[in-house]
């Protein structure tokens, strides 16, 4: 019983989240459904590109959903405020598109033990993901992993270098 319970639940909260974030875009966009039982897409106002928000530069989303990197502090797993915005796109697009999987790759500078560092790219890759899944991406959707300081963007030995290593990448 317990085993078909949990998996219940969280379907559950999946089709809410879908069902208020549809209600949400079809109010923004000031459609109304014609017929009793229609339903409304949200974007009947644009004309339909056939391209989808990481595509398409008219977009709403697009813009921040090429921010792909989302930085952190030394030695922390906290997202910071300005990466709320860009987190809260990409869950839009992942709730919308439930057969589109993220993958987020935490990273960490060269300071600390590799095991350290490991484990913390494993908390700020997780941190971003709890915060989608809150924003209602279902699990399913989202892969994690961990470099650790193993895969740096900057070679460098200083705090700029450093802070461009600390980081969590959305990968489509």
């Given amino acids: ?11 559950l909260v999946v089709v809410a989240g ?3 974030s549809k209600t949400k875009s079809d109010k923004a966009a000031g459609t109304t459904d ?7 897409s949200g974007v009947a106002s644009q004309p339909s590109t056939g391209m989808d928000a990481l595509t398409d530069p008219s977009n709403p989303l697009y813009n921040l959903l090429q921010e792909r990197v989302i930085y952190f502090e030394y030695n922390e797993s906290e997202i910071q405020e300005q990466y709320r915005a ?9 709730s919308q598109n439930p057969q589109t999987t993220v993958t987020l790759e935490g990273h960490a500078d060269e300071r600390g033990s590799r095991e350290y560092n490991l484990a913390l790219g494993e ?11 809150v924003l209602g ?6 892969r994690t992993v961990s470099y650790g300081e193993e895969r740096p ?3 460098g030995h200083d705090e700029s270098s450093w802070g ?9």
């Fill in 86 to 94: 860009v987190i809260e796109a990409h869950a839009t697009y992942l």
């Fill in 123 to 133: 908390r700020r890759a997780m941190a971003v993901e709890q915060q989608l899944t």
């Fill in 153 to 155: 963007i900057s070679a």
């Fill in 34 to 40: 014609a017929q009793p039982g229609a339903v409304s």
């Fill in 18 to 20: 879908c069902t208020s």
């Fill in 1 to 11: 019983m317990n085993k078909y319970l949990v998996p219940l639940l969280v379907l």
């Fill in 164 to 172: 461009l290593n600390r980081r969590v990448e959305i990968i489509y």
């Fill in 137 to 142: 991406v279902a699990a399913s959707q989202i």
